[in-house]
């Protein structure tokens, strides 16, 4: 079973692959409603509305499918398996946003999985591009913001061992924080 961070990799991969040098990544743990949200927002180039609407529909299409990739399709795939569903929100010059959501107890919601790892690995390969990472669980919220780590550091480059590994403290201990000990 795919974790759905690896969904989240693949997502952040399409907006750097569209230029954006802003990301925003939010999840929503609601375990009271039984919701699992994953909103991952850009600020690249976008896309036309018969674009959305192939991508967001693969299974119509069949062969074109290919041709598009298999992103999208599979996180969708993920979300309308368990209860949920996804919207993709684009416009051109502007940027795209994709809301996807799960029924957070369905028996086939892949696990959530490495999420520090996963947006430290984003921000190490893509120093250049700006992540806002909020994490929300049941109204309880953390925030990373390398526009707010940049400006603290300088010069140093924010992919710098040092900075990665006080990152990773930092995450590790909101997460701490936020789940009141509770596994990750
Ligand atoms: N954030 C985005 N901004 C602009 N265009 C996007 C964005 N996300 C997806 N697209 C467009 O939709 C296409 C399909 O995305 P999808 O992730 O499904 O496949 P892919 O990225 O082409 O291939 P794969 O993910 O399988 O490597 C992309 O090739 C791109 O043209
Ligand atoms: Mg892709």
Redesign the pocket.
Known sequence: MKELSLHVL??V???I??D?NLITIRIVEKITTDRLVIEIA?N????DNE?VQK?KDPFVTGRKIRK??????LLHKACTRCGGDMVIE?ELGKG?K?LCWFIYSHIDRAPLGNMIDTILTIIMTNPEIDIVYTHNYEGKEIQLDTREIKKIMGEVPINQPQVLSWMKEYLKESFNSLYGGANI
Request: without cysteine; glycine residues 16%.
């Open positions: 693949d997502i991969q399409n907006s692959a569209a954006a850009d690249g180039r976008g896309m674009m991508i598009v990739g298999l992103g999208i399709p684009s795209t994709i």
